[in-house]
């Protein structure tokens, strides 16, 4: 799988550092999800890794960001508090959306589980939020810093042990956890919820869990993690979580069930020779399917799409790239030419006419496509100039050219 390093600004411009986990070749992007981490972790945390890769290999690419001060993130961890992170998770976002695609599901474990349930209300694009090991408010960690009360009291500031690592904070975190003392925001989430929690989580009571379940509206539910530990130390707990929580999510972002399920595996009957297209939202989300491959084709977000696909012209330019770029190769292999590598980068014009010579009218339009070959290797000039020619043979070019008969007929079996 695909790992993309991503580096982008908090609030404060500090550079936050993350990880995109993208699928597999050959697995398409169904969604994008926004993970966030348990308190003082980071992103590397077994639990966050694992459920990002699993997901990931299920279509769900996944970005995981160290939060401010931690990990590979720049900025002082003394100077963040709870409002600072669902800051740096709005951050993460935008970025995702800026470079990707906005997340449509949230996933936080530990605190970053209530740091989500805060964040999603002011992430339109957010239809689905899951929560793993998470306290119901974020107060709840105040626990952590008992023996350095009086300390920060007197001095502003203070170190406390969490865990085996030393951290150093300052009294405005735990005025600013206090803030997050009442659970009733949850009524307000206005998305679909999913509640992980373990019965034998010694760091977090399964108590906190019932509390998110009870304060927040239905559509919720809750999934117990059995006799998994706080931190999913366990790879097989991570998996069940990023399985479970791919097939609920599956309901919730605008794929219908049987739509989710072609993506993943389970193809329709088509014959050899034979396309199908099926509709799999009511706006652009199509399934494209042969007897033996599946994608997705979709319009941009410009245009109203998801941009989960290819639009339909991207397809029609990848079909005569590839036909191009295979056309070329049987023929360089046949005259035993030095090709050693092709590239073929294309692009679809509207063009005024006056582009265009034999046009009638200078107010027309005429379609255009622009076709570049990179051609690598031990070629003479006359050589590149025949495969030049040759790129004009290709099969689809020729149909393109050809003004192809199109018959268009109704299905008369069942509705």
């Known amino acids: 799988m695909e790992r993309i390093k991503l580096v982008f600004p908090n609030a404060d411009g500090d550079e936050l550092a993350g990880l995109l986990e993208m699928p597999p070749p050959g697995v398409t992007v169904a969604r994008y999800a926004l993970f966030a981490h348990c308190f003082t972790c980071g992103k590397d ?32 961890f003394a100077n963040t508090n709870f409002s600072s992170n669902v800051a740096d998770l709005l951050a993460a976002a935008r970025a995702l959306e800026q470079q990707h695609q906005a997340p449509a599901l949230l996933i936080g474990h530990s605190l970053g589980g209530a740091a989500v349930l805060a964040a999603a209300p002011q992430l339109p694009s957010v239809r689905a939020v899951a929560t793993i090991g998470a306290p119901a408010t974020a107060d709840h960690v105040k626990h952590l810093f008992s023996t350095a009360h009086g300390e920060l009291q007197a001095a502003g500031e203070a170190e406390v042990q969490i865990g085996s690592r030393s951290f150093r904070i300052k009294r405005q975190l735990l005025a600013d956890l206090e803030q997050y003392a ?17 019965p034998v989580d010694r760091i977090v009571s399964i108590d906190e869990a019932a509390r998110i379940y009870q304060a927040a509206r239905h559509p919720k539910s809750f999934i117990s993690l059995d006799d998994a530990d706080h931190l999913l130390s ?23 069930r049987h739509g989710f399920e072609r993506n993943y595996g389970t193809a329709p009957d088509v014959a050899d020779g034979e396309v199908l297209i099926t509709e799999l939202d009511k706006k652009f989300l199509r399934g494209t399917f042969t007897s033996r491959h599946q994608g997705l084709s979709d319009e941009p977000l410009s245009f109203g799409g998801k941009d989960l696909g290819p639009s339909p012209y991207d397809l029609l ?65 006359a050589q590149r100039e025949r495969l030049l020619q040759i790129a004009d043979r290709c099969p689809v070019h020729r149909t393109l050219e050809g003004e192809p008969q199109i018959v268009t007929m109704l299905d008369d079996g069942p509705a």
């Open 45 to 76: 945390i077994a639990a966050a890794s694992r459920i990002s890769r699993a997901m990931a290999a299920r279509g769900i690419a996944v970005l995981r960001f160290d939060f401010t001060g931690l990990g590979n993130s720049d900025g002082d």
């Open 182 to 198: 009442d659970a009733s925001h949850l009524r307000d989430l206005g998305r679909a919820l999913l509640v992980f929690h373990s």
């Open 234 to 256: 366990r790879r097989d707990d991570a998996e069940y979580v990023a399985e479970t929580l791919v097939a609920w999510a599956g309901r919730y972002l605008e794929l219908d």
């Open 317 to 381: 330019l990848m079909a005569l790239g590839a036909c191009t770029s295979m056309t070329l190769r049987m023929y360089a292999n046949h005259k035993a030419l030095d090709l050693q590598d092709i590239e073929v980068r294309l692009r679809h014009e509207r063009v005024h006419a006056e582009d265009c010579a034999d046009c009638e009218s200078d107010s027309a339009k005429i379609e255009r496509i622009s076709r570049v070959l990179t051609l690598r290797g031990g070629l003479s000039a």
